[in-house]
């Protein structure tokens, strides 16, 4: 495998600074612990989500390929991408940049720069994985002790590359070995792959509540006492939305490793969930001390 | 009933794809996650494409209520792009000016885009204020909305790309009427 050396670019999506604050500063938190060096990719801009290619594809393509454009005027080798969705928007553009002249061409018109295809998009989940299993395991110094954690990979994740350009599957594995790092137990249950209507979450937020739900509702079955997520809008809507079944912690991937390495910040972002997870770390930290 | 094949052509043109792979087996309707709010699943939409149904499918609610998770292409025996398709369709909708039932997701849609426009980026307090005023629903989010703030999760100072010309260059060249 590749050395990972240097600093590490990245595509933060407009999210990550601000309700999924948890995310981003968590995220902080463990780069510096696992001392890598991160930066933003300067300038980024919105990738035009869901609004863009749900009505012009061509806005879709020109917002998402400035910021690869960007990346390209920067040297940057690989740029990795925090947010599943942001991920298949660029990642999307580049295909159509790539395979179509026309798109080429209409790129170049507008902008008056050539994009030539050097940047490797990467979804941070990859990035870990090069980072490995071994260095993670060496900062976890606070490992929690068995919590039940439901991992919630979403749709878009679970997709296969060919239509999104990132499957999960191979690295489910390497995800669980993560957790268990961390000092958690993945459960076993049947809905870590179904969409939870995120997109829906405002404009026909019954649709969302029945979603996330069922979600919810399997978690619980299966005893987890939190579910792990990896991408921000789910994490909203799975706090947010959900009527009938009753409130369980979400947890991005990234809280769950940055507190098992004994993160001192982890209280500013831990105050920002909607579904206070605190009553279950402090359950947690008795039973390490008790333990 | 006629066929307007007309139609089926012009989905094809613009989406790159040829839907006539469909053999109906349901697979995405029956894995579709949003199916009870559509008024036509996706089998459905699939099919009156072909039957060159341009009425009944540029005003149906379902084009606009697809999530876009990609449950149904990735279970396709046929590897028929449902999403795109619903890409297509909704763009199509809106070209045409036909009457769209879902109003509140077309609202969302130009309000964020009215964002990215102004600003390069999305500014979510903004966003939820501005799509709120506009669709009247003022209430319906005001308790999560207020926990949102209290949390000062949103950011209260909109932050802007400094590559803001190229954003407007993308409007003004990249043909961005939506
Ligand atoms: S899954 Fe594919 S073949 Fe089956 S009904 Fe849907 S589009 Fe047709
Ligand atoms: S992409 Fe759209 S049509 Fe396909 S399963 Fe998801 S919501 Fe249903």
Request: glycine fraction near 6%.
């Amino acid at each position: 495998m590749e050395k990972l050396d240097g600093a590490i670019r990245y595509y933060p999506g407009c999210s990550l600074g601000s309700s999924a604050r948890e995310m981003g500063d968590s995220f902080q938190e463990l780069a510096r612990m696992l001392g890598l060096e991160i930066s933003p990719l300067e300038d980024w801009s919105c990738c035009g989500s869901s609004p863009a290619h749900s009505t012009n594809p061509n806005l879709a393509t020109l917002l998402a390929a400035r910021n690869l454009l960007l990346a390209q005027e920067q040297g940057v080798k690989d740029l990795m991408v925090m947010c599943p969705s942001c991920f298949v928007r660029l990642k999307q553009a580049e295909r159509e940049i790539l395979t179509s002249m026309e798109k080429a061409q209409e790129l170049e018109r507008v902008f008056h720069r050539k994009y030539r295809g050097g940047v490797r998009l990467r979804f941070f989940l990859e990035i870990l994985e090069q980072i490995g299993l071994e260095r993670v395991k060496e900062i976890m110094r606070n490992p929690f002790h068995g919590l039940k954690v439901a991992l919630y990979y979403g749709c878009l994740l679970s997709r296969p590359d060919w239509i999104t350009g990132f499957d999960v599957a191979p690295y489910e594995r390497f995800i669980e070995d993560l957790v268990r790092i961390a000092g958690a137990d993945p459960v076993r249950w049947p809905y870590s792959k179904h969409c939870c209507g995120a997109s829906l979450a405002v404009t026909k937020p019954g649709t969302s509540d029945r979603l996330v739900d069922r979600i919810r509702h399997y978690a619980l079955e299966a005893k987890a006492q939190c579910i792990v997520v990896f991408c921000s809008l789910c994490q909203m809507n799975l706090e947010l939305r959900g009527k009938a079944s009753s409130p369980l912690p979400v947890l991005y991937i990234t809280e769950l490793l940055a507190l098992a390495a004994g993160s001192p910040n982890a209280r500013k972002w831990l105050s920002k969930h909607l579904i206070d997870p605190l009553p279950l770390l402090r359950e947690q930290m008795s039973l390490a001390r008790s333990g | 009933m006629r066929v307007d094949s007309s139609f089926k052509e012009e989905v094809r043109k613009r989406s790159g794809q040829r839907f006539d792979a469909c053999f109906q087996c349901l697979s995405c309707a029956g894995g579709c996650p949003v199916v009870e709010d559509m008024d036509y699943n996706p089998t459905q939409i699939v099919r009156l494409v072909e039957f060159g149904q341009r009425e009944r499918v540029l005003a149906s609610k379902a084009i606009w209520v697809c999530v876009g998770c990609h449950a149904c292409v990735s279970q396709c025996p046929n590897r028929v792009n449902v999403p795109l398709l619903m890409d297509t369709l909704r763009q199509m909708a809106l070209e045409q000016g036909v009457e769209v039932p879902e109003k509140r997701i077309v609202l969302f849609h130009r309000t964020f885009l009215d964002q990215v426009r102004r600003r390069g980026r999305i500014y979510e307090l903004g966003l939820a204020a501005r799509y709120k005023l506009a669709s009247w629903t003022l209430f319906q989010d005001l308790i999560a909305g207020l926990k949102f703030l209290w949390k000062r999760k949103f950011k209260f100072l909109p932050e802007a790309v400094k590559g803001l010309s190229d954003i407007r260059t993308i409007w003004r060249e990249g043909d961005g009427k939506a």
